[in-house]
């Protein structure tokens, strides 16, 4: 039976996600997972060390009741990525990207087309099949291509189908203001939000955990308050609950940071009614710039 979605409470989810990241780490690309799969990463995270569980015991445990309501189900694993192809080509205007960016295009559909063939290449039998943790289930990832935005896998448990997941890849700084929603973000923050994303190493059972690097918590939020679409008011919802089980929900409201980091730097000015909705929703005082944010503000 395939599923309507995945979360990575699926376990065959995880084990794509886990293994994508391992070999983008091992070719060297700087990466985060965002979107969808990132909420639900920083929502398992801080739950299985609120409860003290692993996974599997979280799914088992009825007094927590169904993982479902607290991860938004996706069939899309959303990472981005920074390639050194494109280093050259920040800054230059459209129409000389026109001229020079064809070739570094071709460059990285190359090594993602690379990636995507390991994962096929480096299975027990050499065509997408790996055992699961604990050898009790035998996962299977059948390539999907036909250009970028077709990439993904058809995905299998013990010779089932259980549905589809696709790749949703991010290249460099132009596909985050290029997004809908994204325009007036600065492009800055591409590369500054894959540089200091967090490693969560998460415990599936007593003998395996798997790491997802992510969006800071901080930056997450930023981009789901600026999109502001109905799946990102779900994802917003659940990341919260998820910090304020940690205690992590803004520690110092009166300055809208968490680890020190801003949230109103991110989003003021271009987004200041967003953020205002989201301050109001969840009972925080919007308080005036700082010198410090004024300043920096004053220089974007």
Same mark, same amino acid.
């Given at each position: 039976?395939?599923?309507?979605?995945?979360?990575?409470?699926?376990?065959?989810?995880?084990?794509?996600?886990?293994?994508?990241?391992?070999?983008?780490?091992?070719?060297?690309?700087?990466?985060?997972?965002?979107?969808?799969?990132?909420?639900?990463?920083?929502?398992?995270?801080?739950?299985?060390?609120?409860?003290?569980?692993?996974?599997?015991?979280?799914?088992?445990?009825?007094?927590?009741?169904?993982?479902?309501?607290?991860?938004?189900?996706? !069939?899309?694993?959303?990472?981005?990525?920074?390639?050194?192809?494109?280093?050259?080509?920040?800054?230059?205007?459209?129409?000389?990207?026109?001229?020079?960016?064809?070739?570094?295009?071709?460059?990285?559909?190359?090594?993602? !087309?690379?990636?995507?063939?390991?994962?096929?290449?480096?299975?027990?039998?050499?065509?997408?099949?790996?055992?699961?943790?604990?050898?009790?289930?035998?996962? !299977?990832?059948?390539?999907?291509?036909?250009?970028?935005?077709?990439?993904?896998?058809?995905?299998?448990?013990?010779?089932?189908?259980?549905?589809?997941?696709?790749?949703?890849?991010?290249?460099?700084?132009?596909?985050?203001?290029?997004?809908?929603?994204?325009?007036?973000?600065?492009?800055?923050?591409? !590369?500054?939000?894959?540089?200091?994303? &967090?490693?969560?190493?998460?415990?599936?059972?007593?003998?395996?955990?798997? &790491?997802?690097?992510?969006?800071?918590?901080?930056?997450?939020?930023? &981009?789901?308050?600026?999109?502001?679409?109905?799946?990102?008011?779900?994802?917003?919802?659940?990341?919260?609950?998820?910090?304020?089980?940690?205690?992590?929900?803004?520690?110092?409201?009166?300055?809208?940071?968490?680890?020190?980091?801003?949230?109103?730097?991110?989003?003021?000015?271009?987004?200041?009614?967003?953020?205002?909705?989201?301050?109001?929703?969840?009972?925080?005082?919007?308080?005036?710039?700082?010198?410090?944010?004024?300043?920096?503000?004053?220089?974007?």
């Amino acid at each position: 039976m395939e599923t309507r979605g995945y979360t990575l409470a699926n376990d065959e989810f995880a084990f794509l996600a886990d293994l994508f990241g391992k070999i983008l780490i091992e070719k060297d690309i700087p990466h985060v997972i965002v979107g969808g799969i990132a909420t639900q990463a920083h929502t398992l995270d801080r739950m299985c060390k609120h409860h003290n569980r692993d996974v599997s015991s979280l799914v088992s445990d009825e007094s927590i009741g169904n993982l479902d309501d607290y991860l938004r189900a996706t !069939n899309a694993l959303d990472f981005a990525l920074r390639f050194s192809e494109y280093d050259t080509l920040e800054g230059k205007t459209d129409w000389d990207l026109k001229e020079s960016s064809g070739l570094a295009h071709s460059k990285v559909l190359r090594r993602i !087309n690379e990636i995507c063939d390991a994962i096929v290449n480096r299975g027990i039998d050499g065509e997408g099949s790996y055992l699961s943790c604990g050898d009790e289930h035998i996962y !299977n990832f059948k390539l999907e291509k036909g250009g970028l935005k077709k990439l993904g896998f058809r995905v299998s448990v013990d010779d089932r189908p259980t549905g589809s997941i696709r790749l949703k890849l991010s290249r460099w700084t132009k596909d985050l203001t290029g997004e809908e929603g994204l325009k007036d973000f600065n492009p800055d923050f591409y !590369n500054q939000f894959i540089e200091e994303g &967090v490693n969560l190493k998460i415990p599936y059972s007593k003998d395996c955990s798997r &790491v997802f690097r992510s969006l800071r918590p901080i930056d997450l939020l930023a &981009v789901k308050i600026a999109l502001a679409r109905p799946k990102d008011d779900m994802d917003i919802g659940n990341l919260v609950n998820a910090l304020r089980l940690t205690g992590e929900f803004f520690t110092a409201p009166e300055s809208l940071r968490v680890d020190g980091y801003s949230l109103r730097e991110r989003l003021v000015p271009c987004y200041e009614k967003q953020l205002e909705r989201f301050a109001s929703k969840y009972g925080l005082n919007l308080p005036p710039a700082s010198k410090i944010e004024r300043a920096r503000l004053a220089n974007r």
